[in-house]
């Protein structure tokens, strides 16, 4: 007995004792036939079948053709099977997987043990066989009830083959798998169905062609798919192994629902649904035309109707130029003020969008109104007038100050004007005051010259000096006459 076969009796002979046992298990593959390309991977599980009879450990030997196929790698996620005694293994060069394990609870439903992936190298016809096994019972003695290994057949071909068709025939629906009694021993999530095409399920789409695609759990053994306009159909095409991709194309409009369900080893989980919006029609015609009912601002005429997926916006162009972008939501009664700009005849072009994104475009030569600027933000508009206003009361104000210094600087140029007639009056006073000083000492001074003057004894010189100050008397009398002549002219002037 080999050293695997001790160790896995040594660690399972607490099973329970039966009297009596028949050989009727079996090492299976899933699937077992494919058709792949050159360079493709896929995915094989191995199964263990109890064929009824409680057992807790298997080992084997799974032989290829290394010509054919090579081995990515072997996995035990969700495995039927917690222990073991060596990890599963591969070898490209001899063609072989091993494995062993067990369970500390015995089973009799179909499990998976490991997942091989798989890669074609060339072209042909590869055969995967089980070329040594064995599937010990749960009986306290280790029982090897194991029966045979079945064969896998997997074609190769030079280039991938096409893609299955979206829409297959309708088949029946699959009979639900018998209750084994036992727990499965992972719980089967609903796929998680995403969109490249159709993000949002909420939403429409103008296109006719979806694709899908899901994420599948190690667990996952098998997928069933189906689109319908039925939001209660179940799926019913099924995949094994689980795709994780689906494409339909040519949907016709309105609302589809995605179906998709995966399968473990035991039981199918629960559906999930995705819904998928399709609306292909441009919104309905329409014509572009003035609101002639004198409104302020003037108005155009430009809404229209998408009986599917409904409006969503407008694009109104002026000689080729956007003008102004305006929600459905902002028409009142399919109007819509007419953008800003200087009147007169214009290319109008008005593109209409649906929620899918459908534009229908109507374009027109129109004689516009002239139609004045928007005031910049901020502006305040002018307010009818009640009562006083402040600014009046401001400029009464500086009405009042202004008049006020006005008459102040006016008495004070007349408070000057008549204390500098004062000054002047008292100036030419005091002038013909000195005037009347000034010949009393002219008088004197001459008597004092002529006295002088007659004298015989005088020299030149002195005679000379004489005459000087004679003259420079009647200069000085010539002067402060004129300058008193002058005051009493300015004087005069001033009254």
Request: hydrophobic fraction near 40%.
């Amino acid at each position: 007995m080999s050293r695997t076969r001790i160790t896995l009796l040594a660690l399972f002979f607490v099973g329970t004792l039966v009297p009596s046992l028949a050989l009727a298990a079996e090492l299976t593959f899933t699937p077992a036939t494919i058709t792949k390309g050159v360079g493709e991977e896929f995915v094989v599980r191995v199964g263990v079948n109890p064929g009824g009879t409680g057992v807790n450990a298997a080992d084997g030997t799974v032989s290829f053709d290394p010509a054919l196929l090579s081995v990515s790698k072997v996995v035990r996620d969700g495995s039927v099977f917690s222990l073991w005694t060596s990890e599963p293994s591969f070898s490209n060069a001899a063609g072989t997987v091993t494995f062993s394990g067990g369970t500390p609870t015995s089973f009799t439903a179909a499990g998976t043990v490991v997942t091989i992936t798989f890669k074609a190298k060339a072209a042909g016809t590869a055969t995967v066989s089980v070329s040594k096994g064995s599937i010990l019972a749960a009986d306290g003695k280790g029982t090897d009830v194991y029966k045979k290994g079945t064969d896998a057949t997997y074609t190769i071909t030079n280039a991938p083959p096409p893609p299955p068709k979206p829409e297959p025939e309708p088949e029946p629906e699959p009979a639900e798998e018998a209750d084994s009694g036992e727990p499965s021993q992972v719980l089967v999530p609903a796929p998680d169905v995403q969109s490249s095409t159709h993000k949002k399920p909420e939403q429409w789409y103008a296109t006719s062609t979806l694709v899908v695609s899901w994420k599948v759990p190690t667990s996952m053994t098998s997928i069933r798919t189906g689109i319908s306009q039925n939001k209660d159909d179940k799926p019913k095409k099924q995949s094994t192994p689980a795709s994780q991709t689906e494409r339909f194309e040519n949907l016709t409009e309105g609302v589809w629902y995605f179906t998709a369900q995966f399968k473990d080893d035991f039981e199918w989980g629960p559906v999930a649904v995705r819904e998928v919006r399709v609306d292909l029609t441009p919104p309905d015609e329409f014509d572009i035309a003035l609101l002639d009912t004198g409104t302020t601002p003037p108005k155009f005429v430009l809404g229209t109707n998408d009986a599917l997926s409904g409006m969503n916006r407008y694009e109104i162009y002026l000689q080729g130029a956007i003008a102004a972008t305006a929600k459905s939501t902002e028409l009142i009664e399919n109007a819509y003020p007419i953008p800003p700009q200087a009147g007169g005849m214009q290319k109008v072009t008005v593109k209409a969008y649906d929620n899918a994104g459908n534009v229908r475009e109507v374009e027109k030569q129109i004689e516009l109104p002239f139609v004045e600027p928007p005031k910049p933000k901020g502006a305040e508009e002018e307010k009818p007038e009640s009562g006083f206003r402040v600014e009046w009361i401001v400029i009464a104000v500086f009405a009042f100050m202004i008049g006020g210094l006005a008459a102040w600087q006016y008495q004070m140029r007349k408070t000057i004007a008549k204390e500098q007639m004062i000054i002047l009056e008292r100036v030419i006073a005091t002038s013909e005051r000195n005037d009347k000083v000034f010949a009393a000492m002219r008088e004197e001074f001459e008597d004092l010259i002529n006295n002088f003057d007659v004298k015989p004894q005088l020299t030149h010189e002195e005679r000379a000096l004489l005459e000087n100050l004679k003259e420079v008397l009647d200069v000085s009398e010539e002067i402060v006459d004129s300058d008193i002549e002058e005051l009493k002219k300015l004087v005069k002037n001033m009254k």
